[in-house]
């Protein structure tokens, strides 16, 4: 395996974080959130082979993207088991609001805690209720990278009045990543900049 290294896409209309992890040896990549169509052609074109996709929850702006990218890529799908109804239901991954109904199926459904290796790179499923009941966070050890979703942002947290949200989970949820990870973590969010675990500790409201 070569070095692995983040690439970021801030994708559609509420500017999604869709990251890609690869090997920049053999170029095989994860893709996590698939927020827009066109990935697939624009990340062949520079030479990335798609190996997996990873959604951190089922809300639309993540994945409009993932039926065009596991037809073309034949990659598979992956998300928290707690998550499947989200996928399933354009009401409560709320495509409905925008009035354009979409739905995933996951291929594979992760459990809190499993280890998948996708790439030749580990990510550790973790479990973060509270924006949706099967939000997670996938951590990449080897290089202590934590891609958070909308579970926790530079200077604040996700929202919680949409369909199965809870604001009790989700401060535990982040309360338990505080506890959980070292201050050098380096933390990928769903939504705006990239942040560190010490400056969240530091400085979010919700972790004071």
Known sequence: MGDIKVGRMVLGAVETNCYIVYDCETMETVVIDPAKNGLYDRLTAKGFRISGILLTHGHFDHIMGCHELTEKSGAKLYALSAEKEVCNNSNLNASDQIRRPYTVDPDVLLSDGEEIELAGIKFTVVATPGHTIGSCCYYVKSEK?????????????????????SGEQIMQSVEMLA?????????????????TMAEEIAHNPFLA
């Open 145 to 165: 990278w934590l891609f958070s979703g909308d579970t926790l942002f530079c200077g604040s947290i996700g929202r919680t009045d949409l369909p199965t949200g």
């Open 179 to 195: 506890q959980r990870f070292s201050g050098d973590v380096k933390v990928y969010p769903g939504h705006g900049d990239t942040t």
